[in-house]
């Protein structure tokens, strides 16, 4: 068995996706991980109301209470190391995670994005742009991806995806709750798979073992 997952979920709002994958921790679907902080840049989030009800350490940590991007790095990380975090996931977290963050967990950083990339990706895809970007671009079907963040946004490889049906009377709000439901399954599988060791990263593509 591999070491356990410390995880920091970084997340700027409700926290729907926190939730599933705490929910999992809670069952056991996920073993040998636990929640050991979560981090948002917005102070009324409901991600740190969640945590905060399961008391688990939550932080408001925004850009704009340091001086320098150096400052608010160097906090982040040594938050990090404080907490024993050796896994980061991004739950609806809308800020860029620093070269520096990506760099100390290079691997060990996850996002979900509601969306099939590469398709649909990218600065200002996010929340309901996808949706509306996807009907109107026809496409007959969507979903979700859990990747690995790299440098740039949406672009590291892709651990998991799901699709599903764009129907002709869908729109942007009812695409957007369907994916959802989606990520909710999604990424507590795709957490569950790195807490058991099962996924390997070959340079650009990962490989989950059965
Ligand atoms: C999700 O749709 C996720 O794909 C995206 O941001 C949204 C976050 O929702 N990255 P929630 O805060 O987890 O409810």
Redesign the pocket.
């Known amino acids: 068995m591999s070491d356990r997952l410390n995880i920091a979920v970084f997340?700027?709002?409700?926290?729907?996706?926190?939730?599933?994958i705490l929910t999992a921790i809670h069952n056991k679907t996920i073993t040998n991980a636990q929640i050991v902080l979560v981090v948002s840049n917005k102070a009324d989030?409901?991600?740190l109301d969640i945590a905060r009800a399961h008391n688990i350490p939550a932080l408001h940590l925004d850009r704009k209470q340091f001086a320098s991007d150096h400052e608010f790095t160097a906090t982040v990380l040594r938050t990090l190391e404080e907490h024993g975090v050796n896994f980061i996931v991004?739950?609806?977290?809308?800020k860029k995670l620093s070269n520096e963050v990506v760099r100390r967990y290079r691997n060990r950083i996850v996002?979900?994005?509601?969306a099939l990339l590469p398709a649909f990706g990218g600065k200002g895809m996010?929340?309901i742009h996808?949706h509306e970007a996807v009907i109107e671009s026809g496409a007959t079907v969507s979903g979700?991806t859990v990747h690995l963040v790299d440098e740039e946004y949406d672009h590291g490889p892709i651990v998991l995806q799901r699709e599903v049906e764009v129907t002709r009377t869908d729109t942007p709000e009812s695409l957007?709750s369907k994916?959802?439901q989606i990520?909710h399954r999604l990424y507590p599988e795709a957490i569950r798979l790195f807490a058991e060791g099962k996924v390997k990263v070959n340079g650009k593509t990962v490989v989950i073992e059965q």
């Open positions: 997340a700027s709002g409700r926290g729907s996706n926190f939730q599933a989030a409901g991600a991004l739950a609806g977290y809308l996002n979900i994005h509601p996010y929340g996808v979700a957007a994916v959802l990520e």
